[in-house]
């Protein structure tokens, strides 16, 4: 099933998220933190929001830095449910 998202969609919020990369049929961010246990709290609330959606990132965690990215798989494609997730991330942060 094809993404529910038009390109210009996705181009403008990745204009709007400059942090977010685009990487074929997935978004990614890293985020830094000053350490180990703030990277962790930050994975947890991922954590948390992702069970809420019911959609789940890849994640990789190296001691202050989360690199967190999106897809949605069974679509093969970049939905709405990654923009969406993505600017939860975000929140966490802002």
Known sequence: ?????TPDQINNFLSAHAEWTRDGEAISRTYVFADFNEAMGFVMRVGIASEVADHHPDIDIRWNKVTCVLSTHDQGALTSKDLDLAEAFDRFVD
Not at 1 to 5: A, I, Q
């Open 1 to 5: 099933m094809p993404s529910d998202l």
